[in-house]
């Protein structure tokens, strides 16, 4: 899953492992591993990670979500290998660098990118914050106003849009990547670790910012803490932010909504294999027409035949009708109360 190749004096890391270039455990095994032999070894001078298949790392493997046997190595061990790298290290990324691998790329010392390329930090959206440093690394380099918005919004933003907020070092064609990564080596002072500065930031901005999404938040938690681990990078030490940031992702990942956010993504991707697209409309009008509440209204609708079970009425109860997505949706939301739910 993991390649270590030669070009110019220097180490090409491709991370290798179809279709997205999921940081599993194995790939983070093998990226601890060949970070450490590439570093020990005298005749490279600087170090290049890429992704293989047109895709830098779309970040953690699903799979692997609340396995806690599957926890080590952690991505931050990567990260904090490469922080104390005496080598220069230069993320090359395309395709995609969403969550723990926009993580990875923004512990590095320099980033280039070459487009078709998506860049973001979805994990509000499974209910969780980053876990690998997104919130202290990334307003240390784009700012406080521009941190809050990517990663409380779990929003995606282009290669461009990177580059204008000083994200990305370098643009270029795609099939100049490995090229502009390595010339990027030759401009990335040694002794100068990835960005870890304080931010001067306004002290109101973090106040308002909560209290213009106070209505929209209502209920959640992973968006309020992710402000929280901003603020801590903008105002306190690197090691207060990092160690906040740990406490509030292992906040998350015990929080119910994290369950139901995860729940609902699963049960997303097997109803487009099962073709909701086209009974959605008809679902979304059944549970309107109702007097009832939508899990009384969904359990007309499965026995009638118009939804095939009950994930296909929660989705359309939060993605069409506006049910609170962090409580899972209507079925879900019943089962949960009812105590029958195991996680």
Not at 88 to 105: F, Q, S, Y
Not at 200 to 211: K, S
Not at 292 to 313: C, R, T
Request: charged share 20%; with cysteine; proline share 5%.
């Amino acid at each position: 899953m993991i390649h270590i190749e030669r070009f110019d004096g220097a180490a090409v890391i491709a991370i290798d492992h179809p279709p997205v270039n999921a940081t599993s455990q194995a790939v983070r095994q093998g990226l601890l591993d060949a970070l450490a032999s590439a570093i020990a070894d005298d005749t490279i001078g600087g170090i290049v990670i890429i992704g293989r298949h047109d895709r830098f790392s779309a970040g953690g493997d699903v799979r692997e979500l609340g396995n806690t046997a599957l926890n080590r190595p952690s991505l931050r061990d990567s990260i904090a290998l490469i922080e104390r790298s005496p080598k220069p290290v230069v993320a090359a990324m395309t395709g995609v660098a969403l969550g723990g691998g926009l993580e990875l790329a923004l512990g590095c010392h320099a980033r280039v990118g070459a487009d078709p390329l998506k860049l973001g930090l979805p994990e509000v959206t499974l209910g969780v914050i980053p876990g690998a440093g997104g919130t202290q690394r990334l307003p240390r380099i784009v700012g406080a106003q521009a941190a809050l918005d990517i990663a409380t919004t779990g929003r995606h933003f282009s290669a461009r849009e990177a580059h204008a907020l000083g994200l990305l070092d370098a643009l270029c064609e795609q099939g100049r990547l490995l090229e502009t990564a390595l010339l990027q080596l030759r401009s990335v002072r040694t002794n100068e670790p990835a960005p870890r500065s304080e931010v001067t930031v306004d002290p109101d901005v973090f106040a308002r910012y909560r209290e213009s999404r106070r209505a929209q938040w209502e209920g959640q938690l992973a968006p309020w803490l992710i402000v929280d681990a901003i603020e801590y990078a903008c105002t306190r030490t690197p090691e207060q932010g990092f160690a906040f940031e740990r406490q509030a992702y292992e906040r998350c990942q015990t929080s119910p909504q994290r369950a139901a956010l995860a729940y609902l993504f699963a049960a997303r991707r097997r109803a487009g294999k099962d073709g909701l697209e086209a009974r959605a409309q008809a679902i979304a009008d059944g549970l309107c027409e109702h007097s009832g509440s939508f899990a009384d209204a969904g359990d007309g609708l499965i026995a009638s035949g118009v939804a095939l079970n009950a994930e296909e009425i929660d989705i359309v109860a939060v993605d069409r009708l506006g049910f609170a997505a962090h409580l899972g949706g209507p079925m879900y939301r019943r089962t949960l109360l009812r105590g029958e739910l195991v996680h």
